[in-house]
């Protein structure tokens, strides 16, 4: 391993945002567009499709801490974490072209290759994104450095979902013109498939691991498991990261939706002359708006964590994103530039929320070590991933059991009760989520002069 305190290059921490460019287009294609794509192009119901994203997604969650053990215990010559992104970047690619494929089959035939597609895809998913995250915390020990990793990780998870958002609409149409949206889909997702491959790759030769685990350390599942028990900073920021989740989850996946059904088709008076402007236009500008302000947020979340300290920077976005989020519940579908301009409040307000988190979690990892000598980072970073998954596993459900509950059916005019439905899921549900997360984070205690302590004597012990 190099030396602890060199600085880390701009190339490597380049590289190092390619790893979540590469899975953030398919997080937003399976956060924005996957409920969409299985309603309304495959035919499977919202309400069947809220309980597979359930099932499936419970058991893609309880995967993560498993590879964080087998990421932990993993020893080659490029390290802990790294090979991860080599091997799984094919297989990646092909199951998530079969994810958004559509054979010809029964309707219980649909939903079987749903689940079975679905499923697959997660545990790819996990098995190059735990270890992807462990890589920040073996990077380097720099708190400084973290934060930056972070910042450029969430750059690059933002750049890729606006790559997405930017495209995905246009590319559908574009492979859609002599066939059908199936198809159109199939040939969108290959495109993103190949680009994700090759990022991960890259990611893999460019980034390196610093940070060895203490010489004395054994490994052993049972002390590592009993250890993340008694990790109440741990468990705090689970459930801060979990409802934070929930709320990107539901926010996502009801903008197309949400421009669909409510706001549909507009005429724009712009300088005297008047453009009929689609919902597919208006829904992909919102999301790329929605993408490009969250990455605003991460750029500005180190200088303000630097200045207030992350727990505060974290706690007061997650307020300022419930309250905004609350508002937008009372706009009206042709009140446009008042969509637009609370969606830029939104995106900012949480787009500081996610590299602060992962580098928190870097600090959990720390003073795991810090306290028991012993250290699972694999294991403490999975945990984060897992938050993801299980906000994003309650939130996808809420959003399939919330059209169905509430009478949706796909391409026809919906009912008021519909509406309704799709409104409260864009803005007072997904609200709550981040209010709830402001609260656990009140109870957050490793500050920066604590953390300080800890990494000065972390640092004498190595």
Known sequence: MNDLNQPIR????????????????????????????YTDV???????????FLVTRVWDALNDPIMGLISDRTKTRWGKFRPYL?????????IGVLTFSTPDLSADGKLIYAYVTYTLMMMVYTAVNVPYGSLMAVMSNDGV?????????????????????????????????????????????SIYAVVAAVLFMLTFLWTRERLAPPKEEKNSLKDDLKDLGKNLPWFIMLGANIFVLIFNSLRDGSILYYFKYYVKDQTLDFFGASYEVTSSVLSSAYMSIWLGTNIIGVLLAKPMAARFGKKTTFSYAALISAAFSFLFFFIQPDQLLLIFILNVFIGISAGIILPLGWSMYADIADYSEWKTGRRATGLVFSS???SQKFGWTIGGAISGYLLAGFGFEPNVEQTTEALLGIRLMISVIAGLGALISFGFMRMYKLDEKFMQKVKMELNANR
């Open 86 to 94: 080599l091997f799984v970047a094919i297989p990646f690619g092909i």
């Open 10 to 37: 701009l190339k490597e921490k380049i590289a190092y945002s390619f790893g979540d460019f590469a899975s953030s287009m398919f997080w937003k294609l399976f956060s924005m567009f996957l409920l969409f794509f």
């Open 384 to 386: 984060s991933s897992m």
């Open 145 to 189: 450095e973290r934060t930056s990793l972070a910042s450029w990780r969430f750059i690059g998870a933002f750049s890729g979902g606006l790559f997405v958002t930017a495209t995905a609409n246009s590319l559908v149409e574009y492979f859609s013109q002599n066939s059908d949206q199936a198809t159109g889909f199939q040939f969108t997702i």
């Open 42 to 52: 495959f035919g499977i119901s919202a309400a069947a499709v809220g309980t597979m």
